[in-house]
Nanobody, 120 residues
């Protein structure tokens, strides 16, 4: 019904930058909140950043000032620009969207995850 496809992960040295993208497709009427989460080995999944349909944003304290979330509503796409990366940012990053579908139900959808590895 709805699919989220992520791209942009990879290996980067500490201090470097990466940009993640996540595009939604399917029977979409409107995308409400969009967000990025991450899960490091042995840790729980945590919210990294979120952006509402009105463009208000929220960031985890650990990434504030280094990461920027943005969205393109015409493309149903969310981005995460990551700068000044640290080894502690190493994790699998997942996008999440709250979507009103054309069929009526409101669904909470997840991307497949993309690995971000920051070397020291």
């Amino acid at each position: 019904q709805v699919q989220l496809v992520e791209s942009g992960g990879g290996l980067v040295q500490a201090g470097g930058s990466l940009r993640l993208s996540c595009a939604a497709s399917g029977r979409i009427f409107k995308v409400n909140a969009m967000g990025w989460y991450r899960q490091a080995p042995g840790k729980q999944r945590e919210l990294v950043a979120s952006i509402m349909s009105g463009m208000s944003t929220n960031y985890a304290d650990s990434v504030q000032g280094r990461f920027t979330i943005s969205r393109d509503n015409a493309r149903n796409t969310v981005y995460l620009q990551m700068s000044s990366l640290k080894p502690d940012d190493t994790a699998v990053y997942y996008c999440n969207m709250n979507i009103w579908t054309l069929d009526g139900p409101n669904v909470n959808s997840w991307g497949q995850g993309t690995q971000v590895t920051v070397s020291s």
